[in-house]
Nanobody
């Protein structure tokens, strides 16, 4: 089992920045990739990006590429999502997730690839 706890959400003005954290505990050595997803009210859960534990390779959705950066701190078992140049359309509940499966980049853009999920943290961007 892997437990994930997100933090760092809040209210920010458009153009501002936030850094979300995802602290992992439990059998984290089984995790292959850590992903970030978001869901706005009335919308489906949307892929944001992921990072692989072994080589730190990252992959992002087009909508956030160049603005968001995922990083990790192995010593703290924590993954970060740094969000710059935030837009009102980035408003959503943000979730981190852990995948124990190997797969292609496309595979890890899908929520079905992930086995464990955090409880989410709300990000609200005002215009």
């Amino acid at each position: 089992q892997v437990q994930l706890v997100e933090s760092g959400g809040g209210l920010v003005q458009a153009g501002g920045s936030l850094r979300l954290s995802c602290a992992a505990s439990g059998r984290t050595f089984n995790s292959y990739a850590m992903g970030w997803f978001r869901q706005a009210p009335g919308n489906e859960r949307q892929f944001v990006g992921f990072i692989r534990w072994n080589d730190e390779n990252t992959y992002y959705a087009d909508s956030v590429k160049g603005r968001f950066t995922i990083s990790r701190d192995n010593a703290k078992n924590t993954v970060y999502l740094l969000m710059n140049s935030l837009k009102p359309e980035d408003t959503a509940e943000y979730y981190c997730a852990a995948s124990v499966s190997y797969g292609t980049n496309y595979y890890h853009t899908r929520s079905e690839a992930y086995d464990y999920w955090g409880q989410g943290t709300q990000v609200t961007v005002s215009s």
